[in-house]
């Protein structure tokens, strides 16, 4: 009875045998348990606090880099460039004939909503504000039966030829001072062409394409 109750059963034994064997195994499971914990509990913390940090930051990237590094100075160049392409003034860059090959009446027939407001294109049209503009293309500037232009769209004289309708949408009171139409033009070349294009084709017997 005493080896079962009186003294401590051979593991719990303070015998220098079994504690300097069983009783370093058991210390170094304790230990190793210890250190597991520690790193799981580490790596859910990590988690956790990843978690919040997104859920607070919202990490997004800037949709432009704020310095412009190498080719970026180019890039900005060239957009400047395009940009005062778009007075209509410009020497280089695709020339309107080019540009009257290649328009897109369809896009041309959108970008006429903006002059709705004050043209009829159709056929048989009235005339709004402005003149009806059917059959534009060649006509005598001013020339619309029974309306009453400006006198200096009179004076300005000539017929609508593509690169004066061209200059005309791209600076109305540039290009005749003094002109009644309220409009501030167009910058871009090619949305220029495509209406040009447009109008062409609300036409009759439209005059052809320049060729060069
Ligand atoms: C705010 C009204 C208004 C808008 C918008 C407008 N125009 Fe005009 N347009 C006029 C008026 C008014 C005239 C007559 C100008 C004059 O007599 O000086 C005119 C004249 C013209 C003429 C000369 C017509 C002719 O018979 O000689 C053309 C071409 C023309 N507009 C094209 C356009 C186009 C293309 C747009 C759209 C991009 C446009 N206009 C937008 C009011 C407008």
């Known amino acids: 009875m005493a080896m079962l109750y009186g003294e401590p059963p051979a593991w719990e034994s303070r015998s220098a045998t079994s504690k300097g064997l069983i009783g370093v195994a058991a210390m ?23 978690e919040i940090g997104n859920a607070l930051v919202h990490p997004l990237a800037p949709a432009k880099a704020a310095i412009m590094i190498g080719d970026g100075e180019e ?7 395009a940009d005062t392409a778009t007075t209509g003034k410009e020497a280089d860059g695709p020339d ?27 056929k048989g049209g009235k005339h709004k504000i402005g003149p009806l503009l059917y059959g534009v ?21 000539g017929d609508w030829s593509y690169g004066d309708l061209d200059a005309f949408l791209a600076d109305p009171k540039g290009f005749i001072p003094g002109t009644k139409m ?20 609300n036409h009759d017997a439209p005059p052809a394409l320049p060729d060069n």
Do not use: P, Q, W
């Not at 004939?97 to 004050?118: M, S, V």
């Open 96 to 122: 309107l004939a080019a540009l009257l090959a290649a328009a897109d009446t369809a896009k041309g027939a959108k970008a006429a909503k903006r002059c709705k407001a004050c043209h009829s294109f159709d």
């Open 182 to 201: 309220v409009f501030k033009g167009i910058a871009k070349a090619t949305d220029r062409a495509n209406l040009i294009a447009y109008m062409r084709e």
């Open 137 to 157: 293309v060649g006509r005598g500037k001013g020339a619309g039966t029974s309306y009453k232009y400006s006198a200096a769209m009179i004076d300005k004289g």
């Open 75 to 81: 890039e900005a160049k060239e957009e400047a460039s």
């Open 28 to 50: 170094n499971m304790f230990e190793f348990n210890k250190m597991l914990g520690a790193v799981l509990g580490a790596a859910l913390l990590a988690m956790v606090v990843n």
